[in-house]
C-alpha cells in the first residue's frame, strides 16, 4: 500500500515536468489508453488552456507539442503541483490536489490561474496509470468546491 502511494505521488509529481519540459514520451507513458481529460466548461472564462471539455490521449499530446504550449515554455513557465490527497481502493486511486499555473511576463513570474485537480487513477499491469483527470478553476464555483471535498467523506 505505501509503495502504491509512492508510485502515484511520482506519477502525479512528474507529470508538470512533462508538460513544462515537452517530454511526449513521459506524458504519453502516464496516460491509460482510453484516458480523458475533463477541463469543464465550454465557456474560455471557467475552463483552463486551450482545449474544452474531455478529450482523450492524442489531443493532450497535440496540446504538449502545440504552439501555445511551446512559447509559455519559451516565456518560462511552470505548473507548480500540491502533493495530492490519495485514496486507493484495490486497482483504482483517486488522488485530489491543487495546480498552480505561474508564468513568466514582462514584469517577472505570475499566478495565471490556480485549480482544483482530481485524478482517477488505475494500476494496469502493475503500473498506475491516469484514467481520468478532471480540472476546475478555483473562481469560487460549487464545482470546484465538490470536486475538493468529494474523496473525504
Known amino acids: 500500500m505505501l509503495e502504491d502511494r509512492l ?36 465557456d474560455p472564462a471557467e475552463h483552463s488552456g486551450g482545449y474544452q471539455g474531455a478529450y482523450g490521449v492524442e489531443t493532450i499530446v497535440e496540446e504538449l507539442n502545440g504552439p501555445a504550449l511551446q512559447k509559455a515554455r519559451d516565456s518560462g513557465l511552470a505548473h507548480l503541483m500540491t502533493t495530492p490527497h490519495v485514496v486507493i481502493e484495490g486497482d483504482k486511486a483517486v488522488a485530489t490536489n491543487y495546480n498552480q499555473l505561474v508564468e ?17 487513477l488505475v494500476r494496469q499491469h502493475g503500473k498506475w496509470l491516469i484514467e481520468r483527470r478532471i480540472l476546475r478553476l478555483l473562481s469560487g464555483t460549487r464545482e470546484a468546491q465538490q470536486l475538493l471535498r468529494q474523496e473525504l467523506a
Open 104 to 120: 513568466h511576463g514582462q514584469n517577472g513570474f505570475h499566478t495565471t490561474r490556480v485549480t482544483a485537480n482530481r485524478w482517477e
Open 7 to 42: 508510485d502515484i505521488l511520482q506519477l502525479i509529481m512528474s507529470y508538470p515536468l512533462a508538460l513544462d519540459s515537452g517530454a511526449e514520451t513521459h506524458c504519453r507513458s502516464v496516460w491509460a489508453e482510453t484516458g480523458l481529460f475533463d477541463r469543464g466548461s465550454s
